[in-house]
Nanobody
Framework: VQLQASGGGLVQAGGSLRLSCAAS????????IDWYRQAPGNQRELVAS???????NLADSVEGRFTISRDIAKNIVYLQMNNLKPEDTAVYYC?????????WGQGTLVTVSS
């Protein structure tokens, strides 16, 4: 499975961005697709996930500001990020997994200025 992440950029605090993760195969055939982020000097952390059944989960740090959703027909998972804060600055990665393997996309950089 190939994953293509896009949508990052520079935004002011309080602004919004929408990240996209396009998969090369049906996203409902995968166990789940996650969004991770990694800030400089920090470990990669799980931000949001959506299962093949459509169940979603968000990290406490983004609850109420971020939303994960999907377009099954397009095989795309979105991460809508609202009310962005400087501490959201990171490289964001999407990951998918099935019963056998993890698949990672390349990262997309999100920079939030204060």
């Amino acid at each position: 499975v190939q994953l293509q992440a896009s949508g990052g950029g520079l935004v002011q605090a309080g602004g919004s961005l929408r990240l996209s993760c396009a998969a090369s195969k049906s996203i409902v055939s995968l166990v789940a697709i996650d969004w991770y982020r990694q800030a400089p000097g920090n470990q990669r952390e799980l931000v949001a996930s959506i299962t093949s059944a459509g169940s979603t989960n968000l990290a406490d740090s983004v609850e109420g500001r971020f939303t994960i959703s999907r377009d099954i027909a397009k095989n795309i998972v979105y991460l809508q990020m609202n009310n962005l804060k400087p501490e959201d600055t990171a490289v964001y990665y999407c990951r998918a997994y099935d019963a056998y393997t993890n698949y990672w996309g390349q990262g997309t950089l999100v920079t939030v200025s204060s």
